[in-house]
């Protein structure tokens, strides 16, 4: 089974710095997706960014930015000039992509809950 | 993208009780996804509906105390049945759009 790791329960940075938040997962399978999603206070879960697990080439998303590297089975996220709407907790999840049961291939990481100071 | 309406976004129920939560999701989706997040944890899914066949729950999740329904390709319901305490958390519908996971507002619910 697939599992994923975020070795950072809480992390902090400054307002307009860049931080970096770790993820590995452990998997058998070669093709699949990998994601950050950013929950809020308002609790509504909301997509950072996303990774197919058979392009080489990092995704990028404005100032969010991924360091895939496959071999290692490392999925980190990178916010650069940080905000204070930036604040929220950050899940990784895995995703297989085989099979029609999407859902259920969804596997969720425990959480690292990111601080902005002003 | 896809866009997901979740009711009501917070309760305070009586143990005992039950509590109905409803999604609608702005266009068909095969499948719906119910989820749970106890406070400060991650996401543990509860089960997967349907349209037209009983939902399939996870290990741990039952039918009689989370009851769902999806009549449609659009709207699923979560019912969580003869509360207490511990019921007390988060709960999150969830559809997919192009291998990505979308959720709706979240149901934060307390039993007293």
Do not use: H
């Not at chain 1, 998997?27 to 809020?40: A, G, H, M, V």
């Not at chain 2, 105390?65 to 511990?86: C, G, H, Y």
């Not at chain 2, 291998?99 to 507002?105: D, L, R, S, T, V």
């Amino acid at each position: 089974a697939q599992t994923v790791t975020q070795s950072q329960p809480e992390m902090s940075v400054q307002e307009a710095e860049t931080v970096t938040l770790s993820c590995t997962y452990d998997t058998s399978e070669s093709d699949y997706y990998l994601f950050w999603y950013k929950q809020p206070p308002s609790r509504q879960m909301i997509l950072v960014i996303r990774q197919e697990a058979y392009k080489q080439q990092n995704a990028t998303e404005n100032r969010f930015s991924v360091n895939f590297q496959k071999a290692a089975k490392s999925f980190s996220l990178k916010i650069s000039d940080s905000q204070l709407g930036d604040a929220a907790m950050y899940f990784c999840a895995y995703r297989s992509a085989k099979g029609s049961n999407y859902g259920q291939n969804f596997v969720f990481g425990p959480g690292t809950r990111l601080s902005v100071l002003p | 993208s896809a866009v997901i309406s979740q009711k009501p976004s917070r309760d305070i129920c009586q143990r005992g009780t039950s509590l109905t939560i409803q999604c609608q999701v702005d266009s068909q989706v095969t499948m719906m996804f119910w989820y749970r997040q106890q406070p400060g944890q991650s996401l543990t899914l509860i089960a997967t509906a349907n349209q037209g066949s009983e939902a399939t729950y996870e290990s741990g999740f039952v039918i009689d105390k989370f009851p769902i329904s999806r009549p449609n390709l659009t709207f699923s319901t979560l019912t969580v049945s003869n509360m207490s305490p511990e019921d007390s958390s988060i709960y999150l519908c969830s559809a997919d759009r192009a291998a990505e996971a979308f959720f709706g507002q979240g149901t934060r619910l307390t039993v007293v």
